[in-house]
């Protein structure tokens, strides 16, 4: 396992029965999968009892879930992956295939899911939530739709009433605590898609930027996210 960096603190008004805010800034994939291991081993010991998030982007890399025929759905070869400079890594989170890059805000909540009284489900649907309250801080509608796990918004890119997909999710539980997460596109460079069928749909992809006049930064980002997941977990949580 690589050395794990020091943990910087995002002060966002959290409370004391909130999870901890861990803003890491830019990591490498399999860097920030040793560093997620690291917190979660954290959270099973009771240093957070009450979970953590983690609040990153990676460098640009296509990461490939469990999901059955996932592989396949890389379009790019190794020439053209070398050229982009985009790292391919097999991982053990649910979900197919997905990119992450600069101007993508990546979270990962490492939440303790007995908590809060939650199951597998119950906290995938709380995921999308918390994207969908984030997007309408920001005056953007998102929705989810059946059978296509994330969230989708009506983009203002498209003419033929096609939705598209403005953020990824795909997970993994260990001891009942979660890991991988959310990955959010506020200015990410959407040609790299085109390297993968994203999520294996085959269907576009959008991001804030392209939703708005004005596009965010990811730091105008972070709170609102991390806000709207405290408020939803605080619904929940279970007295001592």
């Not at 997460?181 to 749909?201: E, K, M, Q, R, W």
Request: glycine share 10%; aromatic share 6%.
């Amino acid at each position: 396992m690589n050395a794990v960096p020091p943990i910087p603190v995002l002060p966002v008004g959290a409370g004391t029965t909130d999870p901890v805010i861990l803003d890491v800034g830019i990591m490498a994939y399999r860097t920030a999968w040793d560093y997620q291991l690291a917190v979660h081993a954290d959270v099973q010991s009771g240093r957070y009892p009450e979970g953590a998030l983690i609040l990153l982007e990676h460098p640009p890399v296509i990461t490939i879930g469990r999901h059955p025929g996932a592989a396949a759905h890389l379009l790019a070869d190794a020439g053209r992956l070398a050229a982009g400079g985009v790292e391919v890594v097999e991982t053990d989170r649910g979900g197919d295939i997905t990119f992450h890059g600069p101007g993508q805000l990546v979270v990962y909540p490492i939440i303790p899911l007995n908590r809060y009284n939650l199951r597998l489900h119950d906290y995938i649907r709380l995921l999308e939530r918390v994207v969908v309250k984030t997007l309408h801080e920001f005056s953007i509608t998102g929705h989810c739709q059946a059978g296509a796990t994330g969230v989708w918004v009506n983009s203002r890119q498209l003419t033929n009433g096609e939705t598209a997909k403005i953020c990824a999710l795909g997970i993994k539980l260990r001891r009942w605590i979660s890991l991988h997460g959310i990955a959010l596109n506020v200015t990410t460079d959407l040609s790299y898609f085109s390297l993968i069928n994203p999520c294996g749909l085959g269907r576009p992809v959008t991001s804030m930027a392209l939703e708005m006049d004005t596009p965010p930064d990811i730091a105008d980002v972070k709170l609102p996210f991390t806000r709207a997941f405290n408020r939803e977990l605080r619904l929940l949580i279970k007295p001592r």
